[in-house]
């Protein structure tokens, strides 16, 4: 600092301020712009910055909205201004977005702000916040798309200087708005940018709920029910929610049925005996009940099934039939027990007629085919079916080579065992035929 201005501008701020409400306001803002100058010149941090906040508050006290919004540009663009000044200013102007009534004026300011900020990595952060207010304003409106491509300008995650949480918040809402765009795309790649080991504290369980239930609806859109699995598993081992949140016991209603939805494979049956092994979840017998039903290699007779648990699972978003998402998910679960069924059945036969396997499936002869070729394809089982005979083979048939193979293991086997035995009978003998001679006199 070259020069200290602060008595200066203890005398001449407060005769502007009258100058000011008197309404002499052009020849306030003229003499504070001499004084401007001088302190910038002058390096002095302190007054330019007192100087610059001064100008913006006259013209907003007297409501010069115009005024405000020039001398906001002017002064950003002064030559050598000074950038913690200029940051000053600015988060004193964004106090006053949300002073505005007028949707207009307030959008201007947004608007004037969003621009001296461009570009500048000292006032990102307010840049940001200004964004998403202009974002929110616009979804009120009903712009859902501009109010989301609004939010998508900014990087948010690449901000040094903004808060981990407030970070954190800034690509949740991201990623609400994707969502109610549908742009479910987009949604999944900005939910790549949030490391979840941050949800690991129970100071931040609000975020991380928030994270899990856009990715719910995420993944239910696309049908990946084994992924909405486990994120209701992270919402239902969160410490907030086990602590009496009303959540707790809706959430462990999902967790059944989206495993329970999700196509079969070494995961999911992995991720399913864990679930059914889980002690809370005695409070709910009636699913607990279902869901041992899929862990058993019993058969389960689809009109059964929907006469005890059709009324209840139909009540849950899930299985809502009054939507197109709701009747398909209730066709899928449909596809679940006749899977299974076939599972079962393969463990137990080894061949099977057509007749009797749509009688045990409860379904049409071509669906009962259908289903199984399915399950050979993605190779759950193995299964053969001769149509002219009406026969379907469970057990794959060997060739030559193969049984002869099978054949010379067996008999390589059995002559090791063999010499072995012979090898301890020998031993055996010799330990007695010793003893009996030490024995004799």
Same mark, same amino acid.
């Given at each position: 600092?070259?020069?200290?201005?602060?008595?200066?501008?203890?005398?001449?701020?407060?005769?502007?301020?009258?100058?000011?409400?008197?309404?002499?306001?052009?020849?306030?803002?003229?003499?504070?712009?001499?004084?401007?100058?001088?302190?910038?010149?002058?390096?002095?941090?302190?007054?330019?910055?007192?100087?610059?906040?001064?100008?913006?508050?006259?013209?907003?006290?007297?409501?010069?909205?115009?005024?405000?919004?020039?001398?906001?540009?002017?002064?950003?663009?002064?030559?050598?201004?000074?950038?913690?000044?200029?940051?000053?200013?600015?988060?004193?102007?964004?106090?006053?977005?949300?002073?505005?009534?007028?949707?207009?004026?307030?959008?201007?300011?947004?608007?004037?702000?969003?621009?001296?900020?461009?570009?500048?990595?000292?006032?990102?952060?307010?840049?940001?916040?200004?964004?998403?207010?202009?974002?929110?304003?616009?979804?009120?409106?009903?712009?859902?798309?501009?109010?989301?491509?609004?939010?998508?300008?900014?990087?948010?995650?690449?901000?040094?200087?903004?808060?981990?949480?407030?970070?954190?918040?800034?690509?949740?809402?991201?990623?609400?708005?994707?969502?109610?765009?549908?742009?479910?795309?987009?949604?999944?790649?900005?939910?790549?940018?949030?490391?979840?080991?941050?949800?690991?504290?129970?100071?931040?369980?609000?975020?991380?709920?928030?994270?899990?239930?856009?990715?719910?609806?995420?993944?239910?859109?696309?049908?990946?029910?084994?992924?909405?699995?486990?994120?209701?598993?992270?919402?239902?081992?969160?410490?907030?929610?086990?602590?009496?949140?009303?959540?707790?016991?809706?959430?462990?209603?999902?967790?059944?049925?989206?495993?329970?939805?999700?196509?079969?494979?070494?995961?999911?049956?992995?991720?399913?005996?864990?679930?059914?092994?889980?002690?809370?979840?005695?409070? /709910?017998?009636? !699913?607990?009940?279902? &869901?041992?039903?899929?862990?058993?290699? *019993? =058969?389960?007779?689809? #009109?059964?099934? %929907?006469?005890?648990?059709?009324?209840?699972?139909?009540?849950?978003?899930?299985?809502?039939?009054?939507?197109?998402?709701?009747?398909?998910?209730?066709?899928?679960?449909?596809?679940?027990?006749?899977?299974?069924?076939?599972?079962? /059945?393969?463990? !137990?036969?080894?061949? &099977?007629?057509?007749?009797?396997?749509? *009688? =045990?499936?409860?379904? #049409?002869?071509? %669906?009962?085919?259908?289903?199984?070729?399915?399950?050979?394809?993605?190779?759950?089982?193995?299964?053969?079916?001769?149509?002219?005979?009406?026969?379907?083979?469970?057990?794959?048939?060997?060739?030559?080579?193969?049984?002869?193979?099978?054949?010379?293991?067996?008999?390589?086997?059995?002559?090791?065992?063999?010499?072995?035995?012979?090898?301890?009978?020998?031993?055996?003998?010799?330990?007695?035929?010793?003893?009996?001679?030490?024995?004799?006199?």
């Amino acid at each position: 600092m070259e020069k200290d201005y602060s008595p200066i501008c203890d005398v001449q701020l407060p005769e502007t301020e009258k100058l000011a409400k008197g309404g002499n306001l052009a020849d306030a803002l003229e003499q504070l712009m001499v004084l401007e100058k001088q302190t910038r010149n002058a390096a002095d941090l302190a007054s330019n910055t007192r100087v610059l906040i001064h100008i913006i508050r006259l013209c907003y006290e007297c409501k010069n909205f115009k005024a405000l919004n020039e001398n906001i540009i002017i002064l950003s663009k002064k030559h050598g201004a000074l950038k913690q000044a200029l940051t000053k200013m600015v988060q004193e102007a964004v106090t006053y977005v949300e002073k505005f009534t007028d949707k207009g004026q307030r959008s201007e300011l947004i608007e004037t702000l969003r621009t001296v900020t461009e570009g500048k990595i000292y006032v990102e952060v307010e840049r940001a916040r200004l964004t998403r207010i202009l974002s929110r304003m616009r979804e009120v409106e009903g712009k859902i798309n501009e109010a989301c491509d609004i939010l998508q300008e900014l990087q948010v995650e690449t901000f040094g200087s903004m808060e981990k949480r407030e970070k954190t918040d800034f690509i949740l809402e991201q990623m609400r708005l994707c969502l109610a765009k549908k742009d479910y795309t987009k949604c999944q790649i900005i939910s790549k940018k949030i490391n979840t080991k941050y949800f690991s504290s129970k100071e931040v369980d609000d975020l991380k709920l928030r994270y899990y239930d856009l990715m719910i609806e995420y993944a239910l859109h696309s049908d990946q029910y084994f992924n909405a699995c486990k994120y209701c598993r992270e919402i239902f081992e969160t410490k907030s929610v086990q602590e009496g949140n009303p959540k707790y016991k809706e959430i462990a209603y999902y967790i059944i049925i989206l495993i329970i939805l999700a196509p079969y494979d070494n995961e999911q049956s992995n991720l399913i005996h864990i679930i059914s092994q889980d002690e809370r979840l005695n409070k /709910i017998p009636l !699913y607990k009940d279902l &869901i041992k039903l899929f862990i058993t290699n *019993e =058969l389960m007779r689809w #009109p059964k099934i %929907d006469e005890i648990y059709g009324s209840a699972l139909k009540k849950t978003f899930v299985f809502d039939v009054s939507n197109e998402k709701g009747k398909q998910r209730w066709t899928d679960f449909h596809k679940r027990v006749t899977e299974h069924n076939i599972r079962v /059945i393969a463990k !137990y036969y080894t061949r &099977i007629t057509t007749k009797r396997l749509t *009688e =045990l499936l409860d379904l #049409p002869a071509t %669906d009962a085919e259908e289903f199984l070729s399915r399950l050979v394809v993605d190779k759950t089982i193995y299964a053969k079916i001769d149509r002219p005979a009406g026969i379907i083979n469970f057990v794959p048939s060997q060739t030559p080579e193969a049984l002869l193979n099978s054949w010379s293991r067996n008999v390589n086997s059995l002559l090791n065992l063999m010499e072995k035995t012979t090898h301890l009978i020998t031993k055996e003998e010799m330990v007695h035929s010793i003893k009996k001679v030490n024995v004799s006199p």
